[in-house]
């Protein structure tokens, strides 16, 4: 015997015990926070519609909105992928709670945005 899951022929020992994952949560709780996450995408893509139309409105409709569009939203989806990646690691962290913070922020921030872009072409 090798000590692993395999014996010394190389078939898997059946005496080893091996942990089967188990659900975490009933499935009404993970249809609702697919649904959670449903509605977190479409209001991102939702977000990034107006925000290249404000864009549009103040700088004309050119490759350059267009740019500074996709490319802050692919940053923010790399930076929110690094911080999710940094607190998924402790176990005990809320992060159903940081990631409704996070998407008050966001929201908070995108009303915020169309009054700085108003002001920005009233100028």
């Known amino acids: 015997m090798s000590g692993g899951l395999l014996s010394d022929n190389g078939r898997i020992d059946s005496s080893v015990p091996v942990a089967v994952p188990r659900s975490v949560g009933s499935s009404r709780e993970t249809r609702a926070l697919s649904i959670v996450f449903l509605a977190s ?6 977000y990034q519609i107006v925000w290249q139309r404000s864009l549009f409105a103040i700088y004309g409709i050119n490759i350059e909105a ?56 009233a100028q």
């Open 41 to 46: 995408g479409f209001s991102a893509l939702l």
């Open 66 to 121: 267009v740019t500074v569009v996709v490319t802050v939203f692919m940053v923010g989806l790399g930076v929110g992928s690094l911080g999710g990646g940094a607190v998924s690691r402790n176990p005990w962290r809320p992060t159903l709670a940081l990631f409704g913070a996070v998407e008050l922020a966001i929201g908070a921030f995108g009303v915020g945005s169309l009054r700085l872009s108003r002001w920005a072409r």
